[in-house]
């Protein structure tokens, strides 16, 4: 099966802006069909769901990063995106992407497919 890949993390002040990706392990794999989300895991504490993007578009964000964080994908919906605006230092985690093929993920919901993690710190 596909596996997930995630890119873009690194270390950044606050204030400042990063944009990872994910895209699956087969190169031009497409998630047309499929819901993907963003979560991640701080430190002690346990994983949240940071956004998600149903396979028709429609996009939710959580709360702490409504108005900051932007989930995306490309055209062709083979790459999924998370650009991150105005980072706080509360926002460092290790990000991971997901994808199932239900077509959405919520809160309970247990994706079937995981990236690795990219770390994002934020001093």
């Known amino acids: 099966h596909v596996q997930l890949v995630e890119s873009g993390g690194g270390s950044v002040q606050a204030g400042g802006s990063l944009k990872l990706s994910c895209a699956g392990s087969i190169p031009g794999y497409s998630f047309r069909s499929y819901g993907m989300a963003w979560y991640r895991q701080a430190p002690g504490k346990e994983r949240e769901l940071v956004s998600s993007i149903r396979s028709d578009g429609d996009t939710t964000y959580a709360d702490s990063v409504k108005g900051r964080f932007t989930t995306s994908q490309d055209n062709a919906k083979t790459t999924l995106y998370l650009q991150m605006n105005n980072l706080k230092t509360e926002d460092t985690a290790v990000y991971f992407c997901?994808?199932?093929?239900?077509?959405?993920?919520?809160?309970?919901?247990?994706?079937?497919?995981w990236g690795q993690g990219t770390q994002v710190t934020v001093s």
């Open positions: 997901a994808a199932d093929e239900r077509g959405y993920i919520i809160g309970t919901t247990k994706p079937d497919y």
